[in-house]
């Protein structure tokens, strides 16, 4: 007979995914949360806040745009993007960050920690404590901290505290340990705010849910344009919560073929990628079980990715899942590629993508000019580009890709 406990593990897996694998002080408040989220989704009231908050201040719905130029460029399918790029704060994490506010908020706590790479997600965290008046404590490695200036300033304007992490290879899994350890010190009054479909349970499945508001007007959005489902849905693929949120609500339906793109890098056959479904194998990390780019050890691998938000050597279990049962394919990109096609979108259509939704547009291209005009694709284009604009002008002017 399984324990309870075992009973509600089990119900954190996709498959043989997932789980909470952590060390005991980190049960107490997983479990908490688990509880209150399940209490909380079920309630009206919270979400109707929710869907408030989205519409007046992240701007949703946000359109479901034919990209007509595009689509002439590629000469086939009709290429259709979720427009992501145009929340407040300019990508999908914000879905998250707001949901998991709402939830710190009704749970009576007061300050939000949060870790960050690139400085993205720790920009959405700043812009929600401030919005629901949290503290906020944002930890990032000291390189990070280096690297994007811009993203700690932004935070910092926003009223969060950035906390630079000195410890280790000073990146973003050293601002994880340090991030964790501080929660699990002080989670009777801090919400630990994670970025994307990955983490111990319940973090994917909350994730999740919060994305899922992508696929819900996605899928109003394409029947009310051509009558009919999409024949594809393309997303590109980091932890994998943009992704998992415009498919969810599809996954259900047989016709509709689903891709994820993963970034290959300088390309699978070397070691310098993220394509943790394409080229991993099953193991745990950050307390959780996934496809991962791991060595003999089970230690994660160096990953690689000129798209900030795709350099992750996991993926979210529900994806791992997906992958398994084939109900989702997954391709990849390489970095030149996402590149070209970084500039292609910006000339033809007026918008310039993010380098992580760059990699889903070249796949959605690719595979455009194998199909006839009545098929459809929707793409999600998780972000806006501006924050890549100056790195993608310095590698030009040091002639990389070129
Ligand atoms: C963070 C980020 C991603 C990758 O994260 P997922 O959880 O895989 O969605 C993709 N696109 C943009 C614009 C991002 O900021």
Do not use: W
């Not at 749970?107 to 401030?130: F, P």
């Not at 415009?246 to 070397?270: C, K, Q, R």
Request: aromatic share 8%; glycine share 10%.
């Amino acid at each position: 007979m399984a324990t309870k406990k075992e009973e509600l593990l089990r119900e954190g897996f996709f498959g043989d995914y997932g789980g909470r694998f952590v060390p005991p002080p980190l049960e107490k408040p997983l479990q908490e949360l688990t509880d209150a989220f399940q209490r909380l989704r079920e309630q009206p009231s919270f979400q109707e806040e929710l869907a408030f908050h989205l519409k007046h201040f992240v701007g949703r719905p946000n359109p479901l745009y034919l990209a007509e130029r595009l689509t002439d460029y590629a000469g086939g399918a009709k290429i259709f993007l979720k427009r992501e790029d145009l929340n407040h704060t300019g990508s999908h994490k914000i879905n998250n960050a707001m949901g998991q506010a709402l939830l710190a908020r009704e749970l009576g706590k007061k300050r939000l920690i949060a870790e960050t790479g690139a400085g993205q997600h720790g920009v959405a965290t700043a812009t929600v404590a401030s919005f629901f008046d949290l503290e906020c404590t944002v930890f990032m490695g000291a390189e990070d901290v280096i690297r994007q200036q811009m993203n700690v300033f932004r935070m910092e304007l926003l009223g969060a505290e950035v906390v630079s992490v000195e410890t280790g290879t000073r990146t973003l899994k050293d601002a994880v340990d340090k991030a964790l350890e501080t929660y699990a010190g002080d989670f009777e009054n801090s919400f630990y705010l994670l970025g994307s479909a990955v983490g111990p349970h319940p973090y994917p499945t909350i994730v999740r849910d919060f994305q899922s508001i992508i696929g819900r007007e996605a899928r109003e959005q394409i029947i009310e344009a051509t009558g009919k489902l999409p024949d594809y849905l393309v997303a590109c693929v980091g932890g994998g919560s943009n992704a998992i949120g415009l498919f969810h609500p599809f996954l259900e339906d047989d016709g509709v073929a689903i891709i994820g793109v993963e970034p290959a890098g300088e390309g699978l056959g070397t070691n310098q990628h993220a394509a943790s479904i394409s080229r991993g194998s099953p193991g745990i990390i950050h307390g959780f079980k996934c496809y991962t780019l791991q060595d003999e050890k089970g230690q994660p691998l160096p990953v690689h990715s000129i798209a900030p938000g795709l350099d992750y050597p996991g993926v979210g279990p529900e994806h791992s899942y997906l992958r398994d049962t084939g109900r989702i394919s997954y391709e990849s990109i390489t970095d030149r590629e996402a590149l070209e096609t970084f500039r292609l979108l910006s000339k033809e259509e007026g918008i310039i993508p993010a380098l992580e939704s760059a990699h889903a547009v070249a796949y959605a291209i690719r595979l455009a000019k194998t199909l006839t005009p009545e098929k459809t694709i929707v793409v999600n284009l998780s972000g806006r580009g501006d924050k890549d604009v100056a790195q993608v002008a310095r590698y030009e002017e040091e002639g990389l890709y070129k």
